[in-house]
């Protein structure tokens, strides 16, 4: 395991401080970043939807497995940049827990489904039912897990796809609506609950991108890692459909269009395409892997490899650190990543 | 909040604090540091009082005897939890912290459970069941357990690398003492019978091979809380950590709070529970005490804020705080802060209340139950409230975000108490 300070002192020697102006339009990159998650949370109710849609035409028969399989894929890698995101409405909705459950490290996917199964079968195609079961039961990895099981997947995949299209039209709403959050950061002062200044609008979107990063070292590329001699495969976000590397990309590709679209500058953007370089450097690490991620980890050579993205990972979580936190002035806030 | 590295703090100067309040700041980290001493040293009071109320239930197993041995687990809790508010940003405390504490379990790997109940498709040793199994089979290899001590238990902890085989700790006592809670989201906590330790009238089989797993068990976590104890003494690493670099113990400090409140109790501990509507999903799932466990977290926050620790024979530990370190330069930000952990106070209290009451926790987290998740929602709403004003407190005294790991230490773990 890299310790941690000598990472930091690697980061320190190959940084100097930025030298862009410290005065920075925080309402400005407010204004950018929101289209960019615009962007975001409208990509995934557009995915969720045509989930919701493929659903009812594999249960009646009418398409095949293959297009659904493909509608719930296409759902996920629209959901992973948002994962960053656990501020605000996807915290208020519980919809991390909801749409993406991970990890499980109680098989509570498996219970939350035999659960939902034991209800009428009437009752499953409706989201109502899916909304008022375990968390675990609602989202992406359960229909993962019920279209990779020999469990009864009709209706319950029409209630479960319809009630994250659901999620998804809400955090949307949540967000743009006239009175939604977006509004919320925009009047940000004294008297706003919850953003007491631009900066700290700035602040939130920071630590969003930095958490997105940790979630990604530490727990998508970390857990199934486990210790050399011990590597732990089935810890690997959704490794029932070898979805595990391509939900990484996707979540490291909103992380660089958020810093791209709302970070970078007139007077930052070379520090911007320096940290945008490395990003690519990083996806394309992971695009050479031939393997999916719970194989490569098993294999002493690649999870060598998986290593070094890791840390590669954290290096540029420290650079981004030290770029936003030094020429702009911005402090990390507190995460979800925080606890155990 | 990622605080990045050790070295990091201490090698940048944050002048314009340090100057100005340097004296201040080592009587605040010294004040903080006798806390978290009080805490565990508390701690290990009540599980040698734990130890004592056990050896009498398994010496003359009886309803009586585990009814002490119960209430004596109950009041350990009470300093332990605590404590937690000085886990998280000391990667001292963090290592070491899942010894004693790690959940959720899969508790059939320790004893007996129900078919239906706890059981984890997951982990091939959710029914490994210790207490019946002279001898484990964990990849291809042999472990013999013909003898149950702290060094089996210590050694099976997290075994095969899953966490949920938590082998040691309070929970796997709790789960000895009181049995699978199976009431579902209805009333009612484990009732393991006294018998399931009398050897003469033995119930649930391998009554001896249970009365030694608590033994060895309870034995396990009074060394592992005078590791704590010397943590926090004149000499121990966990003191040095917080009052070596005042600008790192004031991190560590703030880091523990807000790690707390935020990603751990608001979330982990009950926002995860509340969604899963899982009255497994409760942090004393076996002792329904999860309403103490979680009200004894908070205080432990405010405790950390405020300066002050009420111990267990009723003495107060108290002195200068980081109150005061925020009051001196923002007394507006400095009682809010109070004012939102006086209310995130009574919001843990509401819970509290319900639940000795008789609506315990497992039967808020009941779907379709709107008062009890608008109990327990509200106290998670005010935990994140209260993080926004540490965040702000900490901006306000000029500490950057350069320090430890808040959780999930990646540093050499095996290093903790050398």
Known sequence: MINRTLLAALALSTLALPSWAQVVDHAAIRERALSTLEAQFGEFAKAASELSEQAVGYCAGESRAEAFTQAYHNAWLAWAPLDSYQFGPIEQRGAVLRIGFWPDKKGFVGRGLRNLLALPEAALSDPDTIAGASAAAQGLPAIEYLMGSDLQQCPAVIGISAQVSRVAEALYADWFAADGWSELTRQAGPDNPVYLSDAEVSKELFTAMDFGLTRIADMRLGRPMGRFDKPMPRRAEAWRSGLSFDLIQAQLSGIGALLEAGFKTEDNKDDIETLLHKLAEIQSRIEAFDAPLDVVVTDPITRFRVEAVQTETRLFQLALTETLGGGMGLKLGFSAADGD | ?418
């Open chain 2, 1 to 418: 909040m990622k605080f990045r590295t050790a070295t990091l703090a201490s090698s940048i100067a944050l002048a314009s604090f340090s100057a100005a309040h340097a004296a201040d700041t080592n009587d605040v980290l010294t004040n903080y540091a006798d806390i978290a001493l009080a805490g565990y040293e508390d701690s290990l009071t009540t599980a040698k009082a734990l130890r004592v109320a056990v050896d009498a239930l398994v010496s003359s197993p009886s309803e009586a005897t585990l009814q002490d041995a119960k209430q004596a687990w109950l009041a350990s809790r009470v300093p332990y939890q605590q404590t937690e508010a000085f886990r998280f940003g000391n990667p001292t405390v963090d290592d070491w912290e899942g010894k004693v504490n790690a959940w959720p379990l899969d508790e059939g790997l320790i004893d007996y459970i129900d078919g239906d109940f706890g059981t984890n498709e997951e982990n091939p040793f959710a029914t490994a069941n210790i207490v019946a199994n002279a001898s484990l089979e964990v990849a291809g290899q042999t472990i013999d357990a013909s003898a149950i001590t702290p060094d089996l238990l210590e050694s099976l902890h997290e075994l095969d690398g899953i966490e949920a085989n938590v082998a040691t700790g309070y929970h796997a006592i709790e789960f000895l003492l009181w049995g699978q809670d199976l009431n579902g989201t209805e009333h009612g906590a484990g009732a393991r019978p006294a018998s399931d330790f009398d050897t003469a009238n033995c119930t649930g089989g391998n009554c001896e091979r249970r009365a030694q797993y608590l033994v060895a068990a309870t034995d396990l976590l009074i060394s592992d809380l005078e590791d704590a104890v010397a943590n926090w003494s004149a000499d121990g690493q966990g003191r040095a950590d917080v009052t070596a670099d005042g600008t790192q113990g004031l991190v560590m400090a703030f880091t523990g709070m807000g790690s707390l409140s935020y990603g751990e109790q608001a979330g982990e501990r009950m926002k995860l529970g509340l969604m899963l509507k899982d009255p497994e999903e409760e942090h004393d799932c076996f002792s329904d005490n999860t309403h103490n466990s979680h009200y004894f977290d908070g205080l432990g926050v405010r405790n950390v804020y405020a300066g002050r620790y009420v111990r267990i024979d009723g003495s107060v530990v108290s002195g200068p705080s980081l109150y005061d370190v925020v009051k001196a330069k923002d007394s507006v930000l400095a009682d809010q802060l109070m004012s939102d952990m006086n209310s995130t106070m009574i919001a843990l209290g509401d819970i509290r209340t319900a639940a000795e009451a008789g609506t315990s926790y497992d039967q808020m987290l009941a779907a379709g139950n709107e008062a009890g998740e608008a109990l327990v929602q509200n106290a998670i709403d005010k935990l994140v409230g209260q993080t926004r004003n540490i965040e702000r407190a900490v901006q306000l005294i000029g500490l950057d975000g350069v320090s430890v790991e808040g959780s999930d230490s990646l540093d050499n773990p095996d290093a903790v108490f050398q």
